[in-house]
Structures are given as C-alpha cells and as structure tokens.
C-alpha cells in the first residue's frame, strides 16, 4: 500500500509539472486537477485499507495493494487526458470506496446472492431490456447502451457481466451434487444466458456478448471438468464471429481493421493505427507522464487507456502493468482453489476470469493480438459502471479470501483451473511480446508515418530546422513561443515542393523527406537524442536546412505557367541541383485548414506535384537521346538524300511546330517530326530505343526526397509511330525527362537529381549532402554532336518541342539544354503542359531558360 502510495503521489507531481518541462520554461499554466483526484484515493484507500483490517484481517494481503495501485494508476491517466472526466471517475471512486467499506458490514452477503441468483440475473436482463426504449449515449452520438439518471448513467450490460458469473456460481454449486448428465446440467443456464445474449447481440453491444460466452464456457468448464466444452465454444465463437462478420457493419469493419488496418490509416482503421503509434512512441521508458500525445487516439480514457499509458510509461511501465493483472489472476485463481465451497469457489474463479478476460481482450483488442471488442480495462479505464462491477468483483475476492478458518471444500480435478489460470498467463505474456514488437522492433516504421500527428504536436513546442534556398534566403521558418510555435510557408507557391507538417493532415514534401534533419534526429548524437527524449518526451532542436532552389528563378517560373496546368523543371544538369520546380495549380501550404475539402474537391488536383506525381507519354520529346544513339553509329550524312525534305515539307509526317527553312536532321528532331525520328530508328529494334530509355532513367522513380509516382514502362511496343506519337504506354513525370534531358547537356552522363543541398549540423558548421553518382549513357562526343545538330538561330541553347498525344491527354512538352561547351553552369529544362500546345510550352521554356543564364539582365 506504501509503494503504490509512493507511486500515485509522484506520478502526481510529475504530472504537474509536466507543462513546465515541455515546454522548457517555469512560466506556464500547471495542471492542478488531478491532485482533487489523489486526495480523494489516498483517503478513500486508508479508510479502506482501515475497514478492511477490521472487517477482513484474515483476507489475501495483495488484492487491496493491486486494487488501489490500478485504481490511482488510472485514475491519473484519466486526469491527464481529460480533466472533466477525471472529476467524473472520482466521483464514482468516491462511491466505489465508501459502498465496499458499507459492505464489510453484511457479514451474509454471498449467502443473499446465492439465495437470489434468478431474481439477479433475470432483474439485469429487464435492466438490459429497458436501454431498447429509455437507452441514451452519454456522449451524445453513439449506441444507446446507458440508462440515464440526470447526469449519472448506468450501463447494464456491465451490471449483467456480473449477474451472469453470480447466477452460474450459484446454479453449478447448487447443482454439484446432483447426478445430471451434461445436457440436463446446463439447458436451464442456456435458457437465460442465451437470452441475454439475444439482447446484446440485438444491441450490438457485442464485445460484451463476447465476454459472454467467454465467462459462460470457463465456468461451464470448471464445474463440468469436460474438455469438450472448450472445443465446443471456440467453434461456437467462430461461427459467431463469421456470421457476425456477415450480417453487421461493426464487425466488418473491426475484422478488416484487425486483419489489415493500413488499408483505410485514416477512416475506417484510424484508432488501431494510431494506436499502433502511440505505443511506437512510448518506446522502452516511455515520453514521461504528461510529455506524449495519447489524446490523438480516439476515445483514449476508454478503449485505448492501454495505449495511452505506454506511449508515456513506455514498454517498461507496460511491463509492470501486464504483471499487475497477471498477478491478479494468479491470487483470483489461488483464492478460488482456496474456497470453503463450491459456490464461492465457482465465484472467485468467475470474478477472476472476468477481470483477466476483460483486460486481455481490450489489451490485445489496442495492439491488434485480438480484434477491437470495446470493452473496458478494469480500474483503469474512465467508466462508473465498470469500476463499481470491478471494486464489486474485488470486494467479493477480499470476503471469500477471508474465510481462512474454514477448510477448503472437496476439488475432485484441479486441472481445470491450472489450464485456465495457465491459458490467462500465457496471454498477458503474449500481450506484453506484441507491444514490444510494436514499441520497439517496429517502432521505426511506425513513428515515420505520414499520417503520425505527434511529430507535427512536437513542433509546437521544439524549434523546427528552417529551410532556405540555395542563397540563404528563408522558405519556411517558425514563429511563436514554446507551446505555440507555428510553421510558416514563406513562399506558398513552393507549398507543392516544400510540403507541410500538420497535425491533422501529416506530412509531405521536403517536410516529410527530411524530418529527421529537421527535427534534429538525423545528423545529431545518440546521446543528444536519446537523453532529450528520456527527460522532456520530445526531439532536440532541429537543424537548418538548405535546398538547390534559387526563389528567383522559382518566382518567374511560378509566374510564367501561372494560369497554366502542368510544370517546369530546371536543373543544373552536372551536379544534378534542380534550381526550379513549379506546378500549376497548386496550394498554399499555409491555410490546410481552411481549404482542404475544397482542394480535396477539386478535379483540377492542386495538391498534386505534377513535376514529380504527374505521369505523361513522352512522345517525341525523347529525341535527343535517339539521335544521339543514332550517330553512335551512322552518319546523318548519308541520310540527307533519301528524304527531299527542303523541296516537299509535308514528307517529314506530323511535326509540333513547322521546321524552319533550310530543314535539316536537327530541325526536325527539335520540331517533334515523327517521321523523322521513326526514319533514324529504323536502323535498329525498338527494344534498343527502350534499352537506352530505361538507362537514361526513365523505367525508374528518382531518387528524390519528394512523393513520386512509379513510371508505366511496358515490356514491348509494336510500332515507332506508337512510341514517338505518345501512344506507346509508357508514361514518366517532368522530372524524369528532365534527367534525361540533362544527360544531353552533361556530355552523355546521367546524374541522380537532389533538392537538398546541405544542413547546418549540432557544430554551427553547414554539411554538404552527399551527390549522385554518375553513369554514362551516351559518349561525349556523341552527346555534343546532337546537342550542335539541335541547336538552331539566335537562341543560346538547343531545344526540342513536341507534342504526346494518347487516349487521356495531349501533352506538349518544351526540353532545352545549355550547348557544349557552356562557360556557365550547363542546365536542363524542361517544360510540360497538360491540353496545350507547344508553342505555349516554347514561349515559356524560353523566358525562363533566358532568365536562368543571365538573371542580372532580365
């Protein structure tokens, strides 16, 4: 009773001052609640523990000390969840406390519930009965399983849990002695029970029909001694469970959630997944009481009170908690074998399977051993009802523990009651392994989510590494105090790019590509993180982060497709730094809140990056590789006369824009000719062109710290018409032609595109993040002597135009390139434009290509 004092007090103060430490400063609002709460445990449990020296001297010594340990334990977590809520379970401890010390004083009161089993049972079953017309839902909205009195509520489903256990201890008892056969011995008990099981299937209060059977066939079993009755029972539960997955839309849903709840994270799977998440972030010791996030799953002082207690005690306090119960069970069983007769043992063996049932089911129920059934954790979880039938139950176990002056009456097998104690056991050992598999080998993963809210809740209280471009010049910053700092997208027309860390929509982008660096993890000591996390539940102080953008050439991108659907992407085609990457239309980052629904809505898709998401034929924009392949082995040369192409255009097929005159090989392979391109690949089969395509990367997602959509790459194509005119099947994003399009300005070499460029580590220092290893696909010199070929009259680069047409969309793509050569950095570009026509497309892949050489004279 001293260390669960110990225990409850220090918890206590922890909890106090766990505004403080979160947010790294004395200057906060203190939580004070709970202490109404513990004043009233600690007095009511020395009156307890006072009455019950006087009334029950002789009673087991540890029930008392679990019971109030569990109780002060919960009782907190309730507080720490909800203050309005705590005030309620103290309220009903009050009440718990002062009715068990008032019971001490009926010294006949097994003998009144064993005299007056029917009228229990059959009085819990019309309490049932009534909720189908009076039935309320204390919270409002939900299933009318309470009957309400003003503000108090009574759950009787609860109430008959413990009817049920008292009517078969008494009925078995009465009837041990009796020479019936099995059939004989158990139709009365299935008249009744089966009745209130009626009753709560037509409720669909079923994780109570569950327990249900559960207790129904443990006592069956131990009055009866017959195996058969387990066998029976887990077929009969089976079958339940099959045709209650078929006939009700609650089952489905919680069997799809158990079975595979990643499939809906965010609807229809959200409680167990974030469950999941919550025990991933307790970890070994836990966040500290106060420090986590438990609120994020729903109904956390209920249901979920389990997960809400790892996350902050960690698989450590899981540890203690799963060996409180199981000690329980271990006293409930000893007590039971212990009894003076039969009808206190069946009892003591029937309260005890009620309260290991109940807390393995919701246990496993929040860590997915077991599907969710909704029931209650006993004395832990928020629940009037639940914590008078548990402090009932406990009352009972103290006053059958007590009769030690009476011999223990005659138990013909004692096997019965070690397989079932030993089958309880076995699975709270089975819950503590799961939440270690989930706390701690899988907690990685989990805590990487996307859709893990308590790192953006993190980031109201730590600073957030802010992000610059590549001329230090802020994107993103934080503003506000500990406690309040908010993330604010400078330039919200990079929101597509940049992303957002949001508690209620996730993660994206940059935000979510980096987290780990700009939250402090990534780069930092393990030691840092690790003794951060232990004394404040929280990450270090994030580090800065610098990207390859440049904002000005951002802006005028920006600028320029605005109006538009589609992208640009410019890159510095040597080292691989995209220095622009624009989409239209897109979002602002900054206000998710307000306009998710309608963005959600939206067919026209701004949340989607088409730079890195969209996915477009690439037609006859993939020309300059496939002359550059070409002249790896012939001359353009010894082609010319075959075409007469200067004296009948119209020969050269459908183009995306009309050559100039004086038409040369370069021309038409830069004005999208078909013909053209399909005349140079004749010379060799089509799986050669989509070799060289898939070596200059186009079969494959880059290597980008951004959401990218896996390309469509079919195995053959029948015809080069289909291949250059864009209705092939194969289908890539901007940024993949963009990389192949670099290659052409980078001597023949493919390099691997990065956003990020450097992070300002725990020294102050900036470090470079490594680059992108290099692969040739074409020879330099070929390379050059395609881009000399593609480049034409005044502009300073060369440049491809080409119009990809399938049965979904027409997509007129611009590709351009610095020359060989170039004495400043060597950039590709590329522009795509959804429903357009190329000339759009030139018009605005020119502008910006012009202003990305020579910014200082646009």
Known sequence: MILAGVFVFLSSVTLTLAPAVRAHTWNVDYRWQHWIGFLVWIIGFIGFYQQANRFLFDRDPYLLPIISLLTGWGLLTVFRLSSSYGFRQTAWLAICIIGCIIAFRFRNLLTILRRYKYVWLIS??????????????????????????????????????????????????????????????????????????????????????????????????LASGKRRILLISTITVLGALIAGYLVFDVIQLRVEAWINPWLDPRDRSYQIVQSLISIANGGVLGRGLGLGSPGVVPVAHSDFVYPAIVEEFGLAGSAVLVCIFAFLTIRGISISLHAPNQFQRFLSAGLTAYLATQSLLIMGGTIRLLPLTGVTLPFISYGGTSLVISYFSALLLLIISNQTEDQPATINRTKPYVLIGSVFLAGFAAIFIITAWWGVIRSENLL????????????????????????????????????????????????????????????????????????????????????????????????????????????????????????????????????SMSTAPTFDANTLEENWASWMEDESAPLLNRATQALYPPGAATGGIVLARFLSHYSLSSMIPDLEWNTNPA??????????????????????????????????????????????GLSTEPDIPLETSQPVFPNSIDTYAELYSGDSGILISPLQMTVMAASLANGGKIITPHLTVAYKSASGEWELFEKGVKSQVISDFNAAEAVSKLTQGNFPGWEISALAVNNEAEISWYIAGTPPGWNGTPLALVVALENSNPAAAQKIGRDIFLFAISPETN
Not at 545 to 564: F, M, P, T, V, Y
């Open 651 to 696: 020969s050269a097929g459908f183009c995306s824009l009309q050559p100039e005159p004086d038409i040369t090989w370069g021309k038409l392979v830069s004005s999208g000719c078909i013909n053209a391109l399909t005349t140079l690949s004749r010379s060799w089969p089509i799986s050669d062109v989509l070799s060289l395509y898939k070596d200059a």
């Open 448 to 579: 990487a989510r996307v859709d893990n809210p308590r790192r953006a809740i993190s980031d109201l209280y730590v600073y957030r590494g802010t992000i610059f471009d590549r001329n230090y010049i802020p994107l993103v910053e934080n503003i506000g105090e500990s406690g309040d700092i908010r993330r604010i997208l400078i330039y919200p027309d990079l929101s597509s790019v940049i992303g957002y860390s949001n508690v209620n929509y996730g993660q994206t982008g940059i935000e979510s590509a980096m987290d780990g660096t700009l939250r402090g993890v990534t780069g930092n000591s393990f030691y840092n993180v690790f003794t951060t996390r232990v004394l404040y539940g929280q990450y270090p102080a994030g580090f800065d982060l610098r990207l390859s953008l440049d904002i000005n050439i951002q802006k005028i991108a920006d600028q320029l497709l605005q109006g538009n659907t589609g992208s640009i992407v410019l890159m510095n085609a040597e080292s691989g730094e995209i220095l």
């Open 124 to 221: 819990g079953i019309i309490l049932t009965l009534l909720t189908f017309i009076f039935g309320t839902y204390p919270g409002g909205s939900g299933p009318n399983l309470w009957l309400g009195f003003g503000s108090i509520y009574l759950q009787p489903s609860e109430l008959l849990k413990f009817l049920l256990i008292v009517y078969l201890a008494a009925y078995f008892a009465d009837s041990h002695s009796a020479r019936f056969n099995l059939i004989q011995l158990l139709t009365p008990t299935l008249i009744l029970v089966g009745a209130a099981l009626l009753i709560l299937i037509a409720q669909r209060d079923l994780g109570t029909a569950s327990l249900f059977i559960a207790l129904y066939t443990i006592i069956v079993y």
